[in-house]
């Protein structure tokens, strides 16, 4: 394809979301293949990058400027969806993390955290970024408990 119809990265090697300038996360075919609607999935055919800005329509964006937008997405995600599970391998919720921010000691988190580990999370297919969800659930329990 011509260079001229190619957005070039940032001078910094970036990619930011075409629509709120958000730092995109850079995702194979796994999360592709699961959860982009398969009417609009060949817009993506190998990579993309993610937008994990909760309030930004733009799921998935790529160097051709051609957008996936949220609602062309198989089922709600997190964040841009609060009611769906933070982690797509194991359900676990943001109730369930602001249940265990109420509670002497994180438990479940800690049970996460050791299934992240296992051969049962399949964070590379099942995550709408392709990534271990535990950095979001650390940083969401973290907010909790300051809150508090």
């Given amino acids: 394809m011509n260079k001229a119809f190619v957005r070039e990265p940032d001078a910094d090697g970036r990619v930011l979301c075409p629509r ?20 609009v999935r060949s817009r993506m055919p190998d990579s993309a990058w993610y937008c994990s800005h909760a309030e930004c329509e ?5 160097m051709f400027e051609q957008i996936v937008f949220v609602k062309e997405l ?8 609060m009611n769906a599970p933070i982690c797509a ?3 676990f919720t ?6 265990e921010s109420r509670a002497d000691t994180p438990l479940r988190i800690r049970e996460l955290l050791t299934k992240s580990k296992s ?9 709408v970024d392709g990534q271990c969800c535990i950095r979001d659930v650390q940083q969401l329990y973290m907010k909790l408990r300051g809150s508090l």
Wanted: proline share 6%; aromatic share 12%; glycine share 10%.
């Fill in 89 to 91: 391998c194991f359900g």
């Fill in 20 to 39: 709120c300038g958000t730092l995109g996360i850079a995702v194979g075919t796994g999360p592709l293949d699961t959860h982009i609607i398969e009417s």
């Fill in 74 to 81: 198989r089922t709600s995600v997190y964040p841009y969806d």
């Fill in 119 to 127: 051969p049962d999370a399949r964070c590379q297919l099942l995550a």
């Fill in 58 to 62: 733009v799921a998935y964006f790529n």
């Fill in 94 to 99: 943001w109730e369930d993390v602001d249940a």
